[in-house]
């Protein structure tokens, strides 16, 4: 394991606002992959929507950066130190080494199974900005384990949503060999069957030019034989998804990985001041802000709102707050964690990659205490059986 | 007694006329997605007509002189417009991404929040230049001068902070912590008071304008409407002090509330996500700009009820009466 550390120190010079002589320091550790695979050049290239397009360090850094006056204000700092680790006993010891170090927050860009091994590792907050697995927020829940980034059950419920004030009832299921495309699916059907749409035939896809395979991988044979009013395609990797709309038999709109697609973010976003934080990010990065890097940013955002509502820590006292802790993601209302999951409830936006066609929670759909709680696991659902 | 009797009588059809007059004038409405102000007929409650001006115009106020003032957040420029002839007299740079302003009260100077970079900024009106910036909170936004001139106020929706400004030296004197996302300023008729809206708390921070301290947070409720869907923004504070008018956001109505009470009276439905209100010299009609609707809807303030609303500009923001 290779630990690279760079500390960013902000809001200690602020004698005149102030008036405390020592400010509190948050310590937060960014744990992320060593060569990460996601940053390889042509996937970034392809700027697939849902896929990240570069390091969790860029949104948490503007955050923190946002952050300065409010910390200055309250007398506080927080220092942002990063490792890499290129496995997951990797992560587990930077997380170790972390706590150690007295990092007061975890911050966590990992896979899945990485993620929760750093979890079991230590006693600290966990924010995890990256995995979208349902499972981290289910049957692996852990009291500590936050997550800012929308689960996939998140992103499949505001579809689903959508597809509802559409009247697209009727859909064709496309599911492709990816390693998470089975889980993912059965996702899916999940959104599908809550809000009772229909999935009228369901296949399997594959990326191939074989003639002897075309069943599996021509468009037209995939989208033939069925009535549907929308495509509905599960694709981890992109490539497929990519090529699908525009080239189904029957004139119908693709969603799910391409199309029209459910996300955190995107940097077309116009309105709550969204474009404002889309500047900046694209300002200080040189490029556009995607959904991953909005949960980057709101983990900072997260952090600042913590050093500043206790301004002294101590860690015990900040990890006690976090939970009950606010932020403003610039999505037009408030943002609070689940206390049933630990998951950050938020809109989502569903784009086709030039803009921001709606919202979700779409209008009309109702909850008896938050309508945000209809994306995602509720609290009656209890698949998180971890009390907190 | 005769005279006596025909001053009485005149005195009493002036108060008729006054009752009774229909309002005159014209309200200007700027919108962000035109590069035009949308002219209302206060008589008539009818589109006039559009002038055209600076790209992305946002906040508005009229100039001691009677001139109209609008900044616009793509031009980075605030347009100065004769409202008599309808036409722009020139242009006034402002920097980078101006929001909403404030002018001195000889009119000399705009003080004015620069959105991007995170500025509060000093421009000589007559040359343009800029004469001081302070470095402030993120995303600053509203902005508004003590009545003498001397302290400048500006919140900032990012650092949740209304950033205390001393005009004199350009010095950041204090950070006051308001609610989640601080919006819009009205002082109270004696200037004791700070009222701040929280766009992000459904509420408004009271704030001394002596201590500079959050004396009080006044909470807003709607009936059928979650708490955060109640997106505080507008406000205005009548001349006497005693009533307050507060646009509520994505929850569509307007507040009005008992400022010495500090009590919410009435709540008006109007709009979609009402953005900011503006009161008509009588005090008569309160005029709601609203954000997502496209239209501005003209309140009774007496009957606390909504008259009409008038279709203008694409993302209307602000709206001047001139009468």
């Not at chain 2, 980075?76 to 002018?103: Q, T, W």
Request: glycine share 8%.
């Amino acid at each position: 394991m290779r630990l690279r550390r760079f500390v960013f120190l902000l809001g200690l010079a602020t004698g005149l606002l102030t008036g405390t002589a020592y400010a509190a320091v948050l310590k937060a550790t960014l744990i992320t992959p060593q060569d990460d695979p996601r940053f390889e050049r042509s996937r970034l290239e392809r700027a697939y929507l849902g896929h990240p397009g570069g390091p969790a360090g860029d949104g948490l850094q503007v955050a923190l950066e946002e952050g300065r006056f409010e910390l200055d204000a309250a007398g506080s700092s927080v220092t942002l130190a990063s490792a890499a680790a290129g496995s997951l006993a990797a992560a587990r010891a930077a997380a170790q080494a972390a706590e150690k170090a007295g990092a007061a927050v975890l911050l966590t860009d990992l896979p899945a199974d990485w993620t929760l091994a750093v979890a079991d590792a230590v006693k600290l907050p966990v924010l995890n900005i990256g995995a979208a697995a349902d499972s981290l927020r289910q049957q692996d829940c852990r009291a500590h384990l936050f997550h800012l980034l929308p689960s996939e059950r998140m992103r499949a419920d505001a579809l689903a949503q959508t597809l509802v004030t559409r009247k697209w009832s009727k859909l064709l299921l496309l599911t492709g060999p990816g390693a998470d495309d089975q889980q993912r699916a059965a996702t899916a059907l999940a959104a599908i069957k809550r809000y009772g749409l229909q999935v009228v035939a369901s296949k399997a896809f594959k990326l191939s030019a074989d003639p002897r395979e075309r069943e599996l991988a021509n468009p037209l044979l995939l989208t033939a034989g069925a009535a549907y009013d929308a495509v509905w395609v599960v694709d981890s990797d992109g490539e497929f998804a990519r090529s699908l709309p525009y080239r189904t038999v029957l004139p119908r709109p693709v969603v799910g990985d391409a199309g029209l697609v459910a996300l955190a973010w995107h940097a077309q976003f116009e309105r709550f001041g969204a474009p404002q934080v889309s500047r900046r990010f694209a300002k200080s990065n040189k490029r556009p802000m995607t959904a991953n890097d909005w949960a980057a940013w709101v983990g900072g955002k997260l952090l600042v709102a913590l050093a500043t509502t206790l301004p002294k820590g101590p860690n015990a006292a900040w990890a006690q707050a976090l939970a009950k802790t606010t932020v403003d993601g610039s999505k037009g209302t408030t943002l609070s964690l689940r206390a049933w999951d630990g998951q950050l409830r938020q809109p989502l936006l569903l784009t086709d990659g030039q803009g921001v066609i709606s919202q979700a929670p779409v209008d009309g759909v109702l909850h008896p205490s938050n309508v945000l709680d209809t994306l995602g696991a509720d609290a009656p659902e209890k698949t998180c059986k971890i009390a907190r | 007694m005769i005279r006596s009797n025909a001053v009485a009588w005149a005195l009493c059809s002036l108060a008729l006329l006054a009752g009774t007059a229909q309002a005159q004038g014209l309200a200007y409405v700027s919108s962000e997605k035109d590069d035009a102000l949308t002219v209302i007929d206060l008589a008539t409650l009818a589109v006039k007509g559009t002038i055209a001006t600076c790209k992305r115009g946002r906040h508005l106020q009229l100039t001691p002189d009677r001139k109209l003032l609008v900044a616009c957040t793509d031009s980075n420029v605030a347009d100065l417009i004769d409202p008599a002839s309808g036409k722009s007299l020139r242009r006034i740079p402002l920097g980078d991404e101006p929001e909403a302003f404030d002018l001195s009260p000889d009119g000399k100077t705009i003080y004015v929040s620069n959105e991007d970079t995170g500025e509060a900024s000093f421009i000589d009106l007559a040359s343009g230049k800029k004469l001081k910036s302070v470095k402030v909170g993120g995303e600053p936004e509203g902005v508004k001068l003590s009545a003498d001139g001397k302290t400048l106020y500006v919140t900032s929706e990012v650092a949740g902070l209304v950033h205390v400004i001393d005009t004199a030296s350009a010095k950041l004197v204090k950070n006051i912590k308001a609610g989640k996302r601080p919006r819009r300023m009205a002082f109270s008729a004696d200037g004791r008071e700070l009222w701040v809206t929280n766009e992000l708390d459904a509420s408004v921070s009271i704030i001394s304008t002596s201590s500079h301290e959050v004396v009080a947070t006044l909470k807003f409720e709607v009936k059928g409407a979650r708490a955060e869907d109640i997106t505080p923004v507008g406000i205005q504070i009548t001349r006497d002090g005693k009533r307050a008018f507060v646009a509520l956001g994505r929850a569509n109505h307007v507040a009005f509330v008992d400022v010495a009470a500090r009590k919410v009276t009435n709540l008006v439905l109007v709009g979609k996500r009402a953005w900011n209100v503006t009161l008509d010299k009588a005090e008569a009609r309160l005029y709601v700009v609203n954000g997502l609707s496209d239209d501005v809807t003209v309140v009774d303030v007496a009957g606390a009820k909504a008259l009409k609303s008038i279709p203008v500009g694409r993302v209307p923001y602000g709206l001047v009466v001139v009468e």
